[in-house]
């Protein structure tokens, strides 16, 4: 690859399945922090393949501490795990959310911001909970995020006919910039797809990934600049499928974005390869961005713990450019550990596996 060659990753073939170790990537360490547990905070549905669905659930990293999204509750938990509040109230009272969509945290301004799409609202809280204001938007907005101290948002495109894809704004809500929407279509069902756009953050630059275009961009500077490229051949979605095809034949044939990160020297891409029940095929793809590297794995399975010999992992998302972070049940954990995969396996670090067992049995 030249120097102004973009680098590209091949997805357009038939997977081969590969077990991957958390080693084989690079990972030393693994940290497990017991989340604070009562009746004001149970988190339901633990499922870390669809757990980014933006409007579902979602996890965010602030400056010492989570927030976990899980259905229509924020949470918010110290980073040792205790618990410290719940962000937002739902409901159709004066300052209250009708819907939690996307969220993110202005480190800068130390504020939580909450976006309810269909009310063309963003609801700001200090980091402490405490509601400050209302930013009115003039679009409806899919989801969002922050980059160069302003709002941008993607107003999605299910419908095939919205105006525009991005808006970006200030975070009084005044708009800068709209980026036309270059992929128009006839809807043929009611089908819609939940990831249209992938955000992400990596070197402290914002990336985007549109489901019709198989190229990744840096949004810098007021610009998209291609970054990678995922070829998924005649497994990417286009315009065209979405006219002519129903959910059926879409779902069975093409490319179905879950979740997009980068850590390190990778690239991880989970998505749904072909959805057909009871035979879905559900895929993680990992890439190297410096060597000959890269790999398909089932994302039923995760990546195979061999540090400490727990539960294989689904990334969720990232806590820095090295660090990623996934959630699993207390009840899934004692259940493996008791198990005999467990207690067989030969970890690389056998102390840890001795410190995951007196965490399993301190678990209530």
Known sequence: ???NQILTFDLSGVPK????????????DIEYIPLETNELNLISGIDNIYFNDYNINKIIVGDGYYLIKNGERIFKFNDNGSFITTIGTVGRGPDEINNIGDLVIDKERQ????????????????????????????????EFSLVEGRIIGYCGRNSGKNVNSFVVM???????????????????????????????????????????????????????????????????????????????????NYLQPINLLEFGDYLYYGSIYKLVFPDALIYGFIGSKKKDFQVFFDLNQGIVNDLDGGPNIVPITTKNDHTIITLLDAF?????VSSDVFRNSVPKHP??????ERLAVSLK
């Not at 036309?180 to 402290?204: A, I, P, V």
């Not at 899934?332 to 493996?336: D, E």
Request: aromatic content about 16%; charged content about 25%.
């Open 332 to 336: 899934k954990l004692k259940s493996h």
């Open 170 to 252: 200030e975070t009084n809500g005044q708009i800068v910039a709209e980026f036309r929407n270059r992929y128009l279509f006839d809807q043929k069902s009611g089908f819609g797809f939940t990831h249209e756009n992938l955000f992400y953050t990596f070197n402290d630059e914002l990336h985007v990934k549109e489901i019709f275009s198989d190229t990744i961009y840096i949004f810098k500077e007021m610009k998209f600049k291609p970054h990678l490229i995922l070829n998924a051949g005649d497994r990417l979605i286009t315009p065209e499928a979405r006219s002519n095809y129903d959910m059926f034949y879409i779902t069975e």
């Open 351 to 356: 102390e840890k596996k001795k410190a995951l």
């Open 17 to 28: 399945i590969t077990n991957i170790t958390l080693s084989d990537l690079g990972f030393a």
């Open 111 to 142: 504020e939580i911001n909450i976006l309810s799409g269909w009310q063309k609202k963003i609801f700001v809280y200090s980091e402490n909970g405490q509601f400050l204001r209302t930013l009115n938007i003039p679009y409806y907005i899919h």
């Open 1 to 3: 690859m030249t120097k």
